[in-house]
């Protein structure tokens, strides 16, 4: 077979792909990215957004590609099976998913690597916490993080340097949240994020236009783009548009050899590679995986141990909204800024998940409109109203930590295929009463904050949504039998395949994994240049 | 309204006495020649953009309305089945007196699909289609944004200097919740 070839072939071109490419292409190494989407623009998204109808939407500035649908709510492109539905998002575009994010940028905690060895569930990783901690450090000067001095907040994840920014001062409502809070039963910090407080990287300073969220319309916030430029001006070959479909195994070793994938047009399409990093996301990743069987992986690539595809989790949430007895302007500065921490690990581990409640920084201008139309006010009493409720009306949400279990899985379907006849993911998810019972307690929680907080009007959400927080599926640990990966990233199976992403998550925590997902990254691109050089 | 307009909103003209609004921007602070001002009788039965900016002026209390937000919304009210509605609203409107907010009300209720339809329409930018579907209008000019202009940024518009959030709106008092 005569096919490009390259050093290293990156499939997948968000936050770990994107790390991966920079540090091995600053190398000098050959590198190629392969990204399913095309090339996004800042300004044409935030022009899509303004002219969205429904601006909660927040994938609906991302249509996606005949040849690269995506996840997202108005999308049919993963096939759920139930019994519970997963509702995930992510973009396939250069870039990923940071399009789109908080930019929350937490370290996982010590005890999050030792689960069952702690609390007697779930997994414990084959590495960590202090084996991950210098790349934590990388990740965060990488992507900019801004964090609390650690003498003055101790987020309980030991630190070796201070934070590369100063952490952005809270918005009024953040600040009378953690005023109100702090000595009654919970522990407000402030947030570490991925977003500017000066000018960081050549990027410009948060200006607070409160759209973190499908959009940051400056670029103040991290997104993976910031690393396809970077791996690109280093020498790193982007092929956009280009589906994987296929791993290539060598004929006579456990070698994968190459990656087949498809244009927009159908055709297919080949590159060899000495060495594959599979970081397509935790649900095209195992895909393109169990995709990949042949005669000799009849389970698929990687796949010894039956896990590929199985674990999912994801961080299932609960939400509240109430009307805050005064006026606190939810909506000036970034999206979110505070977190109640208190609930990240403790005996209760044993039965019930961590979880972590964060507020949310965000003005529902159309939620009170049109309930106050609704109700027939007009006028000055219709524009008082207004004022006076999105002034004050607040919500909380949560992510809580899920086990993991094999029988929460994707496969690719054989009954659904998208539009270049490559077969839709189909996820088989049930939530279990690890979440249920923790989510009775959260909601005791919101309201014991609700009442601190003087709030009327509280309204729990109905049942759980995704976080398109995507873990697990090529689950890592010290046992070739039971996980896909080693501690490295490194398939237990193929010696020059290696996994980035939140896939390879042993647990899930209950904190946004991006931060951890970079890090990860950072390492497994360390531990290849070394061993390619 | 572009930035600077929303910036050049005087912030102390909206607090006067707790929560309440700046006259300026309600039929009670509108000049009082075009306050007083009854709206004419449409010429050929046709509601033209002047007469739709009118019959919105006298259903919002607003006078600023933005004409381009008004020609958009026009034309999506009528493509969504609500012409005649509103030349019927408009005639109602007119026979009420220009300060007799309930007469205006009372006329509104008479015509309820398309007075909603109208105010949903400048206060959150969109019309509901026949197939079930909301046309976008406006977003930046919509009156549920302006109403908040001193106190909170349109979302994806820059909201000032950086850490600005830090500090509650620059108004005199803090707003406080409407009483009783």
């Known amino acids: 077979m005569s096919m490009e070839e390259t050093d290293i072939l990156v ?10 490419a920079w540090r091995l292409a600053g190398q000098g190494r050959k590198v190629t990215i392969l990204e399913a989407g095309p090339r996004l623009d800042r300004s044409d998204l935030v022009e899509r957004y303004r002219q969205l109808v429904d601006k909660d939407d927040y994938m609906a500035p991302y249509p996606g590609e005949p040849h690269a649908p995506e996840a997202g709510d108005g999308s049919d492109y993963i096939v759920e099976n139930g019994p519970d539905r997963y509702g995930t998002q992510y973009i396939r575009g250069v870039g990923g998913t940071t399009w789109h994010w908080a930019a929350a940028s937490w370290r996982l905690l010590p005890v999050d690597f030792r689960l069952k060895s702690a609390h007697g569930v779930g997994r414990d990783w084959p590495i960590g916490y202090e084996d991950i901690e210098p790349w934590y450090q990388r990740a965060e000067l990488a992507m900019g993080v801004a964090g609390p001095d650690p003498k003055a907040e101790d987020l309980g994840s030991p630190r070796s340097a201070p934070y590369p920014q100063k952490a952005l001062p809270l918005s009024y409502m953040d600040r009378q949240f953690a ?24 990027r410009p300073p948060c200006c607070g236009n ?10 103040a916030q991290y997104a993976a783009e910031v690393h396809v430029a970077k791996a690109e001006e280093a020498g790193a070959r982007l092929i956009e548009n280009a589906v994987a479909h296929e791993v290539l195994v060598d004929a006579g070793s456990r070698r994968v050899a190459g990656v087949r994938y498809k244009t927009p047009d159908g055709q297919s399409h080949a590159i060899a590679a000495k060495i594959v990093v599979l970081a397509a996301n935790g649900i095209e990743t195992p895909k393109l995986m169990l995709l990949s069987a042949s005669e000799r992986l009849p389970g698929g690539l990687a796949n010894s141990s039956g896990m590929v595809g199985r674990n999912l989790m994801d961080h299932p949430a609960i939400a509240v909204s109430f009307l805050w007895d005064r006026p606190v302007f939810p909506g000036r500065g970034p999206q979110e800024m505070t977190s109640v921490v208190n609930f990240r690990d403790g005996g209760f581990r044993a039965t019930q998940a961590a979880k972590k409640l964060h507020l949310g920084n965000v003005a529902d201008y159309r939620g009170v409109t049109e309930a106050l139309l609704a109700a027939g006010r007009r006028g000055p009493e219709l524009d008082r109203g207004i004022r006076d409720r999105v002034a004050r009306k ?13 029988a929460n899985r994707i496969r690719p379907s054989t009954g659904h295929r998208d539009a270049i006849g490559i077969p839709r993911p189909e996820v088989s998810y049930s939530i279990g009463s690890y979440v249920r019972d923790s989510a009775a307690h959260t909601r005791q929680a919101y309201d014991r904050i609700a009442a601190l907080l003087g709030g009327t009007e509280v309204t729990h959400g109905e049942g759980f949504t995704g976080s398109s927080h995507i873990m697990g599926t090529c689950i890592m640990g010290a046992d070739a039998k039971d996980s896909v990966v080693d501690g490295e990233g490194r398939s237990h199976d193929h010696p020059n395949l290696y996994i980035a992403g939140s896939s390879v998550f042993s647990s899930a925590a209950c904190v946004n994994p991006t931060l951890t997902i970079a890090a990860l990254a950072l390492r497994l691109a360390d531990t290849i240049g070394r061993q390619a050089g | 309204m572009t930035e600077a307009a929303r910036a050049g909103i005087d912030r102390r003209a909206f607090v006067t006495g707790g929560f309440a609004l700046g006259a300026a921007l309600f039929l009670g602070g509108l000049p009082a020649a075009r306050a007083a001002m009854p709206l004419p009788p ?3 039965g046709v509601l033209d953009g002047a007469a739709f900016l009118a019959l919105s002026t006298r259903l919002t209390g607003h006078d600023d309305l933005d004409e381009d937000l008004g020609r958009s919304l026009r034309a999506a009210l009528t493509d969504a089945g609500h ?26 209720a008479g015509q309820d699909a398309a007075a909603r339809a109208l105010l949903r329409g400048w206060y959150v930018g969109l019309v509901r289609m026949p197939d079930g579907s909301d046309r976008l209008v406006g977003y930046e000019d919509v009156l549920m944004g302006a109403v908040l202009a001193d106190v909170i940024p349109l979302r994806s518009f820059c909201g000032g200097d950086p850490h600005f959030w830090a500090e509650p709106p620059d108004l005199d008092d803090l707003p406080l919740r409407p009483r009783g």
């Open chain 1, 11 to 20: 499939v997948g071109s968000g936050v770990a792909g994107s790390l991966v």
């Open chain 1, 179 to 202: 005023e109100r809070l702090n000595g009654n039963g919970f522990q407000v910090v402030t947030e570490p994020v991925a977003r500017n407080y000066d000018i960081y990287d050549d």
């Open chain 1, 210 to 219: 409160n759209n973190c969220m499908p959009i940051c319309p400056i670029g």
């Open chain 1, 394 to 406: 607040v919500a909380i949400s949560s992510f809580h930590e899920q086990l993991p279990d094999p």
């Open chain 2, 42 to 44: 449409l010429p050929g």
């Open chain 2, 83 to 108: 012409g005649t509605g509103l030349v019927a609203l408009y005639g109602a409107v007119a026979k009420a007196a220009p300060d007799d907010e309930a007469a205006i009300a009372a006329a509104a």
